[in-house]
């Protein structure tokens, strides 16, 4: 039996309450980072107004958008989207170098999160387990690396280039081709450094902030849709399918589908097709929205009904039963 888990904003937020889900960034950039925020009204000029209000717009819609500006206002509002990630991430999953370091050399939880939960279950997980992840931040890479003791980003040898030049980093995250649970960062990571035309990736112990030089950033993110993706993620995206089509299951955790984001719902469908839906297993949780409610608006309308459904989320601000029960349910 193997196993492939799809995670998205939900599962990061079931961990950090105030973590921001895509259609809430914006607010909540808001009321953090206004300055931030203002840039990127301004880098949008004509594309917000009073009936379009730039906290009330999804923050993928608008990365997509900047695809399609002029080459100037392009850059400048991926620049600004780009500082708003860091910056509102960083701060809320614990992503930083900083963090990571005190976590792994010593912090512990006093309630074990789900993917803890679920990551030290090596009777169950096995080496054919892997994940895929649409979140740029390092909640899930973290506790890997706290099992594992390093971490595979399912890259191809040549590819990546491990930044060892740092003399300031506490510490090394031990990356290799190999070992458990491989996680495919499909949309890009906050700790990965574009080099060489995006052919390579420099890999820091945390996430980095975005530099800019008035062609491209630093930062390898991609917003969900893009059509041209960059060569270290195409590769990626590679790897993944390949693995995804020989699982025999696929759990989807936290993940609302972004219908922009046709690629990865091709793949599902892909998944579907070849495997059956019965093999596909979603766990919600989506703040304000029900398991029923949710199921509605997207997974029957993308990918069809008859596929196991977990609606009781595993939000560790409620009822900490909810853990145990979607561990059951994913091994069940």
Request: with cysteine; glycine share 10%; hydrophobic share 35%.
């Given at each position: 039996m193997s196993r492939a888990f799809l995670l998205g904003a939900g599962a990061t937020r079931a961990r950090y309450g105030n973590a921001p889900l895509s259609n809430d960034f914006l607010e909540k950039l808001m009321r953090k980072h206004v300055g931030l925020f203002n840039s990127i009204e301004k880098s949008l000029h004509g594309h917000v107004d009073k009936n379009n209000p730039l906290d009330e717009m999804n923050i993928e819609k608008v990365m997509t958008l900047a695809y399609t500006l002029e080459e100037e206002n392009k850059n400048a509002l991926l620049q600004c989207v780009y500082s708003a990630i860091y910056e509102l991430l960083a701060e809320t999953t614990e992503s930083t170098e900083e963090h990571i370091y005190t976590y792994l050399t010593g912090k512990r939880m006093t309630e074990p999160p789900l993917l803890r939960t679920l990551l030290v279950d090596k009777k169950r997980l096995t080496r054919d387990d892997f994940f895929m992840t649409l979140n740029y931040d390092l909640y899930l890479d973290r506790e890997i690396i706290s099992v594992n003791g390093g971490i595979n980003y399912g890259l191809n040898e040549g590819y990546r280039q491990v930044n060892s030049g740092r003399e300031y980093s506490a510490y090394r995250i031990p990356v290799s081709s190999d070992g458990l649970y491989p996680v495919y960062h499909l949309h890009g990571s906050l700790n990965w450094?574009?080099?060489?035309?995006?052919?390579?990736?420099?890999?820091?112990?945390?996430?980095?902030?975005?530099?800019?030089?008035?062609?491209?950033?630093?930062?390898?993110?991609?917003?969900?849709?893009?059509?041209?993706?960059?060569?270290?993620?195409?590769?990626?995206?590679?790897?993944?399918?390949?693995?995804?089509?020989?699982?025999?299951?696929?759990?989807?955790?936290?993940?609302?589908?972004?219908?922009?984001?046709?690629?990865?719902?091709?793949?599902?469908?892909?998944?579907?097709?070849?495997?059956?839906?019965?093999?596909?297993?979603?766990?919600?949780?989506?703040?304000?929205?029900?398991?029923?409610?949710?199921?509605?608006?997207?997974?029957?309308?993308?990918?069809?009904?008859?596929?196991?459904?977990?609606?009781?989320?595993?939000?560790?601000?409620?009822?900490?039963?909810?853990?145990?029960?979607?561990?059951?349910?994913i091994f069940s």
């Open positions: 450094e574009n080099t060489l035309n995006g052919h390579k990736i420099i890999i820091y112990p945390g996430a980095i902030r975005p530099l800019y030089n008035g062609e491209e950033t630093n930062l390898c993110l991609m917003p969900p849709g893009i059509k041209e993706l960059s060569p270290i993620l195409k590769v990626i995206w590679e790897n993944a399918e390949h693995k995804l089509l020989k699982s025999d299951e696929l759990i989807i955790i936290g993940c609302s589908l972004n219908p922009e984001d046709k690629k990865l719902i091709d793949l599902i469908r892909t998944f579907r097709d070849k495997k059956g839906i019965n093999k596909i297993k979603i766990i919600h949780y989506i703040p304000g929205l029900s398991g029923e409610e949710y199921t509605d608006l997207t997974f029957e309308n993308i990918i069809g009904v008859g596929y196991k459904g977990y609606g009781h989320g595993f939000n560790l601000n409620g009822p900490s039963r909810n853990t145990p029960g979607a561990i059951k349910f």
